[in-house]
Nanobody, 126 residues
Framework: QLQLVESGGGLVQPGGSLRLSCAAS?????????IGWFRQAPGKEREGISC????????YVLDSVKGRFTISRDNAKNTVFLQMDSLKPEDTAIYYC??????????????????WGQGTQVTVSS
């Protein structure tokens, strides 16, 4: 059974950093999967932040987080990370990890993903 478990969320001041982790089980990164990070703020739709192939260097990054957020993976640990720097109050949301079979991350559309983690809260506030 494929499972995704997020960790690393919390409260951080504006300008601070957090590193989220998504530990995947039930499948191997050696297979062709796309893993992504999404977020949903209160009253807003869930949006794709960054998605990447489990085997190839293909990566998608949302324009509003380019230069601040970086997605990476450790294939040996079946884990995907999201390094978030220069955080802003508008980054406050529940952050989710998701996965689907495939090769290209495309535009990180949430409707394409059928496996989801439980989410981790990120709050940026002074």
């Amino acid at each position: 059974q494929l499972q995704l478990v997020e960790s690393g969320g919390g409260l951080v001041q504006p300008g601070g950093s957090l590193r989220l982790s998504c530990a995947a089980s039930g499948f191997s990164f050696q297979d062709h999967y796309v893993i992504g990070w999404f977020r949903q703020a209160p009253g807003k739709e869930r949006e794709g932040i960054s998605c990447m192939s489990s085997r190839l260097p293909n990566t998608y990054v949302l324009d509003s987080v380019k230069g601040r957020f970086t997605i990476s993976r450790d294939n040996a640990k079946n884990t995907v990370f999201l390094q978030m720097d220069s955080l802003k109050p508008e980054d406050t949301a529940i952050y989710y990890c998701a996965a689907r079979q495939g090769v290209s991350p495309g535009t990180c559309g949430r409707w394409e993903y059928n496996y989801w983690g439980q989410g981790t809260q990120v709050t940026v506030s002074s």
